[in-house]
């Protein structure tokens, strides 16, 4: 079945430590391709971001991209459209903090 494309917001908030969003996936079992767009409204110190995605079977989270490390103000665009998986997911760490948010547009 092919789902119409929709935007999901994946993290949005400040942060001043290492964390994810593994409590909370995004579930793309049916997507062939995601667009990730990214904003960081703040910044003081690096930020490092991973997309990754998740083994259903074992429930291991595994990286599927990353960004270039951040250290101002920006914005910037990611793109798969291969090997998604059923699950996204954002692990992030900051060597400060930030105050960033990330959406995917997933289309099937």
Same mark, same amino acid.
């Given at each position: 079945?092919?789902?119409?494309?929709?935007?999901?917001?994946?993290?949005?908030?400040?942060?001043?430590?290492?964390?994810?969003?593994?409590?909370?996936?995004?579930?793309?079992?049916?997507?062939?391709?995601?667009?990730?767009?990214?904003?960081?409204?703040?910044?003081? /110190?690096?930020? %490092?971001?991973? @997309?990754?995605?998740?083994?259903? *079977?074992?429930?291991?989270?595994?990286?599927? &991209? =990353? $960004?270039?490390?951040?250290?101002?103000?920006?914005?910037?665009? /990611?793109?798969? %459209?291969?090997? @998604?998986?059923?699950?996204?997911? *954002?692990?992030?760490?900051?060597?400060?903090? &930030? =105050? $960033?948010?990330?959406?995917?547009?997933?289309?099937?």
């Amino acid at each position: 079945m092919i789902e119409v494309p929709h935007i999901r917001e994946i993290y949005s908030g400040t942060i001043t430590a290492e964390g994810n969003t593994h409590d909370d996936p995004i579930p793309c079992k049916w997507a062939t391709e995601a667009t990730f767009f990214l904003n960081i409204t703040a910044i003081s /110190g690096n930020l %490092d971001l991973e @997309i990754q995605t998740q083994d259903t *079977l074992t429930g291991e989270w595994h990286k599927l &991209a =990353t $960004f270039d490390t951040k250290n101002t103000i920006c914005t910037d665009e /990611g793109f798969i %459209d291969y090997g @998604i998986g059923e699950r996204l997911a *954002l692990e992030y760490d900051t060597t400060g903090s &930030a =105050t $960033f948010s990330l959406n995917v547009y997933l289309k099937g």
